[in-house]
T-cell receptor, first 114, second 112 residues
């Protein structure tokens, strides 16, 4: 099993450009999450999904959109990138979203917005 | 607002030392997670615990629900233990969602 994979691993954008980050998991997990990690701060939840066709906002959703058309994929979109979106983005998945459920993380995408 | 606080922020140890990383949280929870972020960036889950103590190899995690405190201990530390250790707690106690709020992490460096 590949677990959780993310594409791309690195990306540099100019302000105003758009892009989509792809997360894929092969563990048949219901729940998927997008986080961003910034220096000096903990991981922060951007959006999450509790199943195919569903999405919900997390702690820092502004400037991002998501879609979960297939159970195994969770896409994160930036419609008009801003320098404040320079960050490392992690995708994660879990079988169920219960409090004690382990989350499995992808390797991360390092995004720089100039 | 749920908060998760970790201490220390940075920790340097000599190989072989016993290490303790602390985590405190502000609201009642049903489970607490410890994760490890490797120097290359990858994040893996180490423990999930709701009471008492769990042990995996040289890593031991304890939790005191009443005091809202958890500790991660590393015995006989080794340079390969160098990483950032993160604790996380569910945002909504008892909720079915289980979204996690993360501490800022403790950066551990073990010198040979």
């Amino acid at each position: 099993n590949a677990g959780v994979t993310q594409t791309p691993k690195f990306r540099v954008l100019k302000t105003g450009q758009s892009m989509t980050l792809l997360c894929a998991q092969d563990m048949n997990h219901e729940y998927m999450y997008w986080y961003r990690q910034d220096p000096g701060m903990g991981l922060r939840l951007i959006h999450y999904s509790v199943g195919e066709g569903t999405t919900a906002k997390g702690e820092v959703p502004d400037g991002y959109n998501v879609s979960r058309l297939k159970k195994q994929n969770f896409l994160l979109g930036l419609e008009s990138a801003a320098p404040s979106q320079t960050s490392v983005y992690f995708c994660a998945s879990s079988y169920l979203g219960r409090d004690g459920d382990t989350q499995y993380f992808g390797p991360g995408t390092r995004l720089t917005v100039l | 607002k749920n908060e998760v606080e970790q201490s220390p922020q940075n920790l340097t140890a000599q190989e072989g030392e016993f290490i303790t990383i602390n985590c405190s949280y502000s609201v009642g929870i049903s489970a607490l997670h410890w994760l490890q972020q490797h120097p290359g960036g990858g994040i893996v889950s180490l423990f999930m615990l709701s009471s008492g103590k769990k042990k995996h190899g040289r890593l031991i995690a304890t939790i005191n629900i009443q005091e809202k405190h958890s500790s991660l201990h590393i015995t006989a530390s080794h340079p390969r233990d160098s990483a950032v250790y993160i604790c996380a707690a569910p945002m909504n106690y008892g909720g079915s969602q289980g979204n996690l709020i993360f501490g800022k992490g403790t950066k551990l460096s073990v010198k040979p």
